[in-house]
């Protein structure tokens, strides 16, 4: 089988990690991948953000079988649908199987909070209790702000790369940021539409699930680390660190995710006629022990990728191809025992400002519990250099978190490039020392 894989990140170098450990993987493009990803496959250099004849050309001519997206933006704009129309218009060769996504439409999920939110209540999903305003009811919004329990959630509407969410503690802060969101545009046109929220106060755990629209799968959970300094202080980032398995997620709590949120999640595809063969993100709060929704993502999260993959035990490919072919139901998950954690060494200045460019070195290591994944990475006369704010994932496994965490940092340990940081506290909460 013949795969093309849209991404650049670490998810994308875990993916295609465990795709080339699979039998059935005969060729492995990524577009337009990363100095990892390169060792798995053949990088190809084509965009992911809207140039799909482009990637119809190339899917025709190297007789590609399956697209695996990476990021949510190709799925928002429409990949699944523009490909199920060349295909309906002019068939690919035999063998065919689709794209591993949701519809433009079921992409919503992710790309439109109030889609997401609306959907949640219409199937009973326990979330935040919510109001959404435009520019059209500001004022009501502004009223309804001033009114509401602190803290407060807003949301911009769209994607806003991870950034669009905003706790605040006063109801002036709060006033301004909505200001700034509708009227002075902080996150673009993903602000046009704002979702004000309830703040729920619990402990957050993401749960990832493989649908082909009516049955699914139950993939590994993970809990990842988003703020920039140790402790969770600091800015929000796109992620610094992930753990899995996650000690609170016990079969008595993942028995109420699963009958409480996923099946009624995977029922409501079914029902409102979703068209949705892929990966469901769904990112939980644990309040009091009971699981409430925060948000739906349409494909695999990261660094959460980066743990989930090497924890899995079934052959990745085969997975996909039943999901493809609506046979997920059929599948059995294997999950290796032992714990994974990921920390994430970043450029100096991310999430702000930073610079690329640096040499990576120590990419060298070789062990059997620890591996290397590339995130903003480029080759470059037979050097590795920095190319993006997230610059490498390394995961370990180990008996307990911090085995895991200490063989991590050991790597860690070994990489050298300029201004280079990580948080050394990854999986903190679920450690015995400190």
Not at 7 to 34: M, T, Y
Not at 347 to 373: C, H, R, V, W
Request: charged residues 25%; hydrophobic residues 40%; contains cysteine.
């Amino acid at each position: 089988m013949n795969i093309l894989l849209l991404g650049s990140g670490g998810r994308e170098h875990a993916l295609a990690w465990k795709f080339v450990q699979s039998p059935l993987c005969d060729q492995l493009f990524i577009a337009p991948g990363n100095a990892g990803t390169a060792q798995c496959g053949t990088n190809v250099p084509l965009r992911v953000d809207g140039d799909f004849e482009a990637m119809e050309q190339f899917c025709r001519e190297n007789e590609i079988h399956l697209v695996v997206v990476g990021p949510e933006d190709p799925l928002v704009k429409g990949v699944y649908d523009y490909f199920e129309a060349a295909h309906a218009a002019n068939p690919f060769t035999s063998g065919w199987l689709g794209v591993i996504g949701p519809s433009k439409y079921a992409a919503q999920l992710e790309g439109s909070k109030a889609f997401a939110k609306a959907f949640m209540e219409r199937h009973n999903i326990p979330t935040a209790s919510y109001k959404e305003f435009t520019d059209e009811n500001f004022d009501e919004g502004r009223d309804y702000l001033m009114n509401h329990a602190l803290p407060v959630v807003l949301k911009a509407d769209g994607l806003a790369a991870g950034k669009g969410v905003i706790i605040c503690n006063n109801h002036l802060e709060a006033v301004a940021e909505f200001d700034m969101m509708i009227h002075q545009h902080k996150f673009g046109d993903a602000g046009k539409k704002v979702v004000i929220e309830e703040f729920l106060n619990g402990i957050e755990v993401s749960v990832f699930v493989l649908t082909d629209g009516k049955n699914y799968c139950i993939l590994p959970e993970a809990k990842d680390y988003k703020r920039i300094g140790e402790g969770d202080t600091g800015l929000n980032t796109g992620g610094m660190g992930a753990v899995s398995p996650v000690p609170f997620a016990d079969d008595v709590f993942m028995q109420k995710v699963e009958e409480r949120i996923i099946q009624p999640t995977i029922n409501g595809f079914h029902q409102e006629g979703l068209v949705y063969k892929g990966f469901v993100f769904i990112g939980l709060i644990k309040v009091n022990n009971e699981p409430y929704v925060i948000e739906y993502n349409c494909r695999m999260g990261d660094p959460e990728t980066e743990v989930v993959m090497p924890r899995l035990k079934n052959d990745l490919v085969e997975i996909l191809s039943a999901t493809a072919k609506g046979e997920v139901g059929d599948v059995k998950i294997e999950q290796d025992p032992r714990f994974a954690v990921t920390m994430v060494a970043v450029s100096g200045g991310y999430p702000g400002d930073y610079i690329k460019g640096y040499e990576i070195t120590g990419l060298d290591q070789t062990s059997a519990d620890s591996m290397i994944f590339h995130a903003g990475t480029k080759a470059e006369n037979e050097a590795v250099l920095s190319n993006g704010g997230r610059v490498l994932a390394i995961t370990s496994f180990g008996n307990t978190v911090d085995e895991s965490v200490a063989r991590s940092k050991q790597v860690l340990e070994g990489i050298r490039f300029m201004k280079m940081y990580y948080r050394s506290d990854i999986g903190y909460e679920f450690m015995t020392t400190n």
